[in-house]
Nanobody
Framework: QVQLVESGGGLVQAGGSLRLSCAAS????????MAWFRQAPGKEREFVAG????????YYADSVKGRFTISRDNAKNSVYLQMNSLKPEDTAVYYC????????????????WGQGTQVTVSS
């Protein structure tokens, strides 16, 4: 099992920036990819960005491309999400997730999840 703990959420004005962190522990050697998902009230959980643990290859949702950057620090077993030019529609609970097998936009392919961190962007 892999345990994930997110941090870094908060309240920010539109146009501002936030950096989310996710620390992994446990069977981290099993991680193939990690990703950030988000869920706004009344909406389904959606993929935001993902990164392959070994190669560092990344993938982004169109809605955040050019504004968000995902990165990882293998030595610290951590993944980060730098969010710039934030918009009110980015408001959501952000979840970190880990997969043993694939980098995917589908939440069902991720077996480990953090508890989530709230990001609120005011207009």
């Amino acid at each position: 099992q892999v345990q994930l703990v997110e941090s870094g959420g908060g309240l920010v004005q539109a146009g501002g920036s936030l950096r989310l962190s996710c620390a992994a522990s446990g069977r981290t050697f099993e991680i193939y990819a990690m990703a950030w998902f988000r869920q706004a009230p009344g909406k389904e959980r959606e993929f935001v960005a993902g990164i392959r643990w070994g190669s560092g290859g990344t993938y982004y949702a169109d809605s955040v491309k050019g504004r968000f950057t995902i990165s990882r620090d293998n030595a610290k077993n951590s993944v980060y999400l730098q969010m710039n030019s934030l918009k009110p529609e980015d408001t959501a609970v952000y979840y970190c997730a880990a997969s043993r097998t694939v980098l995917s936009t589908y939440a069902a392919n991720f077996g480990s999840w953090g508890q989530g961190t709230q990001v609120t962007v005011s207009s």
